[in-house]
Structure formats: C-alpha cells, structure tokens
Nanobody, 118 residues
Framework: QVQLVESGGGLVQAGGSRRLSCATS????????MGWYRQAPGKERELVAFLPDGGFAVYADSVKGRFTISRDIAKNTLYLQMNSLKPEDTAIYYC????????????WGQGTQVTVSS
C-alpha cells in the first residue's frame, strides 16, 4: 500500500505564499496522474490541481493562476506552490493518485492544514 504524507501547511496571511509537499512511499509517478485535493470545514473534498503523467496541469477555476502543481520524480514527491492566498483557501490539503478522474488510494494521508488569515 502506497503511503502519502503531506506537509508544508501552516498559518499565512492573505496574499502570502505556501509550498506544500506530498511524499510518496512508492514510485507511482509514471503510473498514475497525481492531484491535490482540499477539504474546507463543512464542505466536501474537492480536486484543486491535477497533473497528468506527461501532460499539462489542470486547475480548478478557484485557484487557476495562483497555484502550481509539480513533481520531483527522483524524490517521489509532489508539490503545490500556492501564491496570492485567500481566506477561502483555508482547508486541509491532501494528495492522491488519480485514475479515471477518481482518487486511486482509499487510504488518504493525514493532510496538511492551511489557514489563511484576512
């Protein structure tokens, strides 16, 4: 079972930046597309950034132009660079592999909390 470990969250002021990391225990890059999800209090988990294997990244409209997803294959690590953060970006952020538009692994990591103050 692949493990997903997210890190890099914290408290940041509106307009600030944060870089999240997702370390994976196996070499899943090159097999699956990868994505970053987030879940705000009282809301469903949503996909905010998607990186197809060998393709171009796709972003939710709410983060387009502000967030950048990338990966380091040698380090088995996925990243999410978040700029111009807004209070509505406050959520727990998770990563997962994606296949057929759905998350691959049922066992999610613990996520990393991002809190944006106004």
């Amino acid at each position: 079972q692949v493990q997903l470990v997210e890190s890099g969250g914290g408290l940041v002021q509106a307009g600030g930046s944060r870089r999240l990391s997702c370390a994976t225990s196996g070499s899943i890059f090159g097999i699956y597309a990868m994505g970053w999800y987030r879940q705000a209090p009282g809301k469903e988990r949503e996909l905010v950034a998607f990186l197809p294997d060998g393709g171009f990244a796709v972003y939710a409209d709410s983060v387009k132009g502000r967030f950048t997803i990338s990966r380091d294959i040698a380090k088995n690590t996925l990243y999410l660079q978040m700029n111009s953060l807004k209070p509505e970006d406050t959520a727990i952020y998770y990563c997962n592999a994606i296949r057929g538009g759905r998350p691959v692994f049922d066992s999610w990591g613990q996520g990393t909390q991002v809190t944006v103050s106004s």
